[in-house]
T-cell receptor, first 111, second 117 residues
């Protein structure tokens, strides 16, 4: 158990819908990262937050957004969902300048 | 931008034998971290081993060790005394060192390791 929690574990929804994925980092970790793992794109970095502020952005679509709250949990919002958004979404956390610990992931299926 | 390449989509090893997974990377930076992550069928991403580029000594964690060749930009993972539980997807990952609090991981495409009896 990495100490990072993600909910829900599975999500099935329809095209055009909006979903929210939630992540709670390890106790004391200020950084939260979101990654997408899909069959065709592999593991890709989406976005990072540090202590409530956006710190780095990767290949995140405009339809996707994220935020980190004062209690340090983070949410990834995916809207206008398309079939191609079906993937495993990971959250990871780290303290400054250390390795990242991954949550169990949320498997999103868009029908 | 940094890139990570894993040229072996699949590898197979017999139980108790040794296997080496390859990884090469491209960067213009002199300081960075390299990692190997394991992803078993449960899909959980598990950190196996990490290497700091400024350290000449190769990292070792029990049965797992790396061969880090900085000049060649090569970072291979050796698994000794392979066990059935080692069967998984293995990802090589790169992280810049001097990025302050921005430290994304760049992953390779992975190597699927099979362990046979």
């Amino acid at each position: 158990d990495s100490g990072v929690t993600q909910t829900p574990k599975h999500l099935i929804t329809a095209t055009g819908q909006r979903v929210t994925l939630r992540c709670s980092p390890r106790s004391g970790d200020l950084s939260v990262y979101w990654y997408q793992q899909s069959l065709d794109q592999g593991l890709q970095f989406l976005i990072q937050y540090y202590n409530g502020e956006e710190r780095a952005k990767g290949n995140i679509l405009e339809r996707f957004s994220a935020q980190q709250f004062p209690d340090l949990h983070s949410e990834l919002n995916l809207s206008s969902l398309e079939l191609g958004d079906s993937a495993l979404y990971f959250c990871a956390s780290s303290s400054s300048n250390s390795e990242q610990f991954f949550g169990p992931g949320t498997r999103l299926t868009v029908l | 931008a940094q890139t990570v390449t894993q040229s072996q989509p699949e590898m197979s090893v017999q139980e108790a034998e040794t296997v080496t997974l390859s990884c090469t990377y491209d960067t213009s930076e002199s300081d960075y971290y390299l990692f190997w992550y394991k992803q078993p069928p449960s899909r959980q991403m598990i950190l196996v081993i990490r290497q700091e580029a400024y350290k000449q000594q190769n990292a070792t964690e029990n049965r797992f060790s790396v061969n880090f060749q900085k000049a060649a930009k090569s970072f291979s993972l050796k698994i000794s005394d392979s066990q059935l539980g080692d069967a998984a997807m293995y990802f090589c990952a790169y992280r810049s060192y001097n990025t302050g609090t921005a430290s994304k991981l760049t992953f390779g495409t992975g190597t699927r390791l099979q362990v046979t009896l």
